[in-house]
């Protein structure tokens, strides 16, 4: 079984930009699909960006278009969620999860583990 541990998060002014982390043990990233969803006070948690295993496929929702990236370095066996330009509709709870699949799954079912959850808050 993996384990994700989240770090990073904050808060911030509009505009700002943020990086979080998630650092796996057990087993390498490599093996799976990564992905990074947010869940803001009283709303169901929602699909933020994905990589495939390989890195050749990403998938991103809308909102975030344009302003984050998801990379990640197998060496560290680590992802990061990259945020530029963060608005306040962007403050949640940001997880980092992990899928067998070979693809972008965008619903939390197919996604096997989750990291703890880290806050972002972003100020007006």
């Known amino acids: 079984q993996v384990q994700l541990v989240q770090s990073g998060g904050g808060l911030v002014q509009a505009g700002d930009s943020l990086r979080l982390s998630c650092a796996a043990s057990g087993r390498p990233l490599s093996m799976y699909t990564m992905a990074w969803f947010r869940q803001a006070p009283g709303k169901e948690r929602e699909f933020v960006l994905a990589?495939?295993?390989?890195?050749?496929?990403?998938s991103s929702a809308d909102s975030v278009k344009g302003r984050f990236t998801i990379s990640r370095d197998n060496a560290k066996n680590t992802v990061y969620l990259q945020m530029d330009s963060l608005k306040p509709e962007d403050t949640a709870v940001y997880y980092c999860?992990?899928?067998?699949?070979?693809?972008?799954?965008?619903?939390?079912?197919?996604?096997?583990?989750w990291g703890q959850g880290t806050q972002v808050t972003v100020s007006s």
């Open positions: 999860a992990a899928s067998l699949m070979n693809f972008p799954p965008l619903t939390t079912k197919e996604y096997d583990y």
């Open positions: 990589v495939t295993w390989s890195g050749r496929s990403t």
